[in-house]
């Protein structure tokens, strides 16, 4: 049995985890606000925008028009080779997050039967598919938990570069969707190339009037189309991120509070014990006195 002593430093150790914990829920709390903030705010034009542009590839008189050349990212080809983009946390302490995605990726990655690449965001995407041998061509780190637009900037400009010299065919987005901070929802979608939406019957289809001309347009539209889908992903994952690691360190405080309260009676026993056992060895001392006396 532990002595008091033993428990006591014990219960010291689990209380300052339990300040640490505390402390971090009540940081990703206060950020996970204006994590939402972004994610609310990002998620309607990234939807607008992808629906525009998918509109307009679905127009055979607008990409008859246009340079192959100088609007790679409306060129749909043979898919020999696909990237996957798995957005991931660069730090642990967040629950259930990252492990949730790169499960989706791998059941997602399992089930494609072409030549697969990867490019990661986060160090726990990098360092799980590094470690199991795939593909990553190119890594992304140190925002996961605060992306800002230069951030997905510069991953767009990555995949642009390396979708146009056909490293990939194809291109699908991982992240983690937003919904409460109990729950959020792994999910996978294609962003490159820009497909048409699906046809509806009963809807009309767009038309769009171009202002100065299709090419000049569509060549600054389709790069702002990936980064601003990149960046709301981001800030969808980062949301979740902190969702999740808000709930991970209340669980972990209210544990920690429960295992001092569980210490804090083993403690009194050990310590009723040890004052039990110091009693009866005196009153054994006296009793022999006594009996040596007589």
């Not at 989706?104 to 089930?111: L, P």
């Not at 800002?148 to 146009?164: C, G, L, R, W």
């Not at 990149?230 to 979740?240: D, E, F, G």
């Not at 209210?254 to 569980?262: M, Y």
């Amino acid at each position: 049995m532990a002595t008091p002593r033993e428990i006591n430093r014990h219960m010291k150790s689990v209380g300052n985890i339990g300040k640490i914990t505390k402390a971090m829920k009540m940081v990703a709390a206060a950020r996970l606000r204006r994590a939402q903030e972004k994610a609310a705010a990002s998620r309607p034009y990234a939807i607008k925008i992808k629906e525009v542009l998918s509109n307009v590839v679905s127009d055979p008189s607008v990409l008859a028009g246009l340079d192959a050349k100088k609007h790679p990212l409306l060129q749909k080809r043979e898919v020999q080779k696909v990237g996957y983009l798995v957005l991931c946390s660069d730090k642990g302490l967040a629950g259930a997050y990252s492990s949730n995605a790169l499960k989706k990726a791998i059941a997602e990655i399992s089930e494609c039967e072409d030549e697969v690449v990867i490019i990661t965001c986060g160090r726990k995407a990098r360092d799980f598919f590094t470690r199991r041998g795939f593909n990553v061509i190119q890594s992304h780190i140190g925002f996961s938990d605060r992306p800002t637009y230069e951030n997905a900037v510069e991953i767009a400009q990555d995949a642009i570069k390396t979708f146009s010299s056909e490293g990939f065919d194809k291109l699908n987005i991982v992240y983690t969707i937003f919904k409460t901070a109990l729950s959020q929802i792994p999910t996978s979608e294609v962003i490159l190339p820009v497909e048409p939406p699906a046809k509806e019957n009963d809807k009309a289809q767009a038309s769009f009037m171009f202002e100065p001309g299709e090419d000049e347009t569509l060549k600054v539209l389709a790069p702002k189309y990936l980064e601003t889908v990149v960046y709301a992903a981001l800030v969808q994952s980062a949301a979740s991120e902190l969702g999740s690691r808000m709930t991970a360190m209340s669980s972990a405080t209210d544990n920690a509070a429960k295992l001092v309260s569980s210490l804090q009676l083993s403690y009194n026993k050990a310590r009723q014990a040890g004052i039990t056992r110091e009693l009866n060895e005196i009153v054994g001392g006296v009793e022999a006195l006594k009996q040596a006396q007589n």
